[in-house]
């Protein structure tokens, strides 16, 4: 039966030998919360965020990686795993006084610190007022509105330290080797947290190419690792993003202790102890290359691919130290092979499905204030005289029977193989001719560039404002059809208005 009592008594004799890293945490986060405190907001505005203070926070999170490590060097350090796995604690007890160090060390002077701050900032700057250049009196917001704010960015940075320690203690409970313990936790931190706003971009650039300048991306894709960093904190949306990522962080903290509880004394010294971690981190590193190497259209895609091979290899032979033969080494070749070939099949998920479904975005009318709505077409390279057109002084309402149309031909073009496989291995700019003479192309083998632009005068702001743009690449037969289908459209919405 687990004792709390032994658990903290652990995790105090084990504070002692991290002294000097608690003690800069403290100075980090004392300095981070005091400078806080100078945080103001006016009424019915965003807060004036003391950003020198979210400077020595960032800076106090390098020490809490190097502490998350040092903790836990019962898992990559022979002497420390003899003496610590001979004490009459269970291995769940070991883990969880490991995480209480870190908490004495890092976490609850943060919650000291930062709730100092925000009280002060409550205090020293609410229910007051001052007359402005132009006489008028400017107050600053309630101690409810400036409570809320703080509360906001407290989880902000609580979900950032999580985050960390989740990740750096997973990795030190599936590693036995002090090199792998630093660098494998950065990687795949970076990795967890480039990932999804590159698949996101891969997704809805490649395969999409739809922009709406009033859509709010909120997607589950981006909650977790840093990600959370780039939320909006006025928004309502944002506060769940950021406690789904510190419970998503509690997840891996819960899977490191499972992963702690298989290991002993015998396992320690080994680069990588759990073959599926590392491979799951492999594979979520490839992902990220082979994205970006398809969003190059400069001709560089094949060396690039070949330059990251290299450098996948090379790291499994660092992690394989010397058990290494050429068998390896091909087998390492087919293991690349097959990632790719599985991240191919995703592309094409993808393609088929209209970015799976990323594509049906549509303005919010709600945002904007229309006056009359206008469209412009254009279909490079027909044969009809002149291959751009407008009609313009709709409806509002005409909004949506246009991006209707346009996403039947977003389907169209990405349930075309052809499109497919020039889009991800020849790119389909170079089949795009502007001039017959210039690109003496087979009709096969021509897209026409298909855009649309729905635009709106907005009366509130005063100006023309492009509220939804898409492009597409079509064969001529469904080009042709394209541009008929949105000749006919302007009258048909105008008669219905």
Known sequence: MMSFSRINKSALSELIIHKKSHIISMILLGIAGFLYSGTSMRKDCEANINWSSLFFFTVALIPLFFTCIRVFRDMHDVPTADVQMALPLSSRERFLSRLMTICYIWIFPYIFFSGVGNVLSTLINTNTSYTGYDGKIIEYASAPEMFAVNIKVFIWGLSAALFITAVTVLCSCCIGSKAEAVYLPAILMIVISVLPFETVSYIEEKFVDVSVNTYSDSSILQVFGFGAVFCDMYEPYSVVIVLVNCILSLGLIALAMFAYTKRDAATVGYPVVFRVFFEILMILSLFSLFQTVHMNRYGAEYFALF????????????????????????????????????????????????????????????????????????????????DTFSYGNLSVNAIDKVTETVYEYVAVQNSNPKYFLDSMFNGVDRYYYYNEKENNLDEKDRYFNCSIDILVYDNIRDYNSIVFSVSLYLDKESAEKFYSD???????????M
């Open 307 to 386: 330059i990251y091979f290299v450098g996948a290899t090379i790291l499994r032979i660092i992690v394989s130290r010397k058990d290494i033969t050429p068998v390896k080494i091909f087998k390492w070749t087919g293991v690349f092979a097959g990632y790719y070939a599985a991240f191919i099949l995703f592309s094409y998920l993808a393609c088929i499905t209209n970015g799976f479904g990323a594509n049906f975005k549509e303005p919010d009318k709600s945002e904007l204030s229309y006056s009359s709505v206008s469209v412009h077409v254009n279909c490079g390279g027909m044969a009809e005289p002149g």
């Open 486 to 496: 949105m000749v006919a459209l302007g009258p048909a919405l105008r008669n219905k």
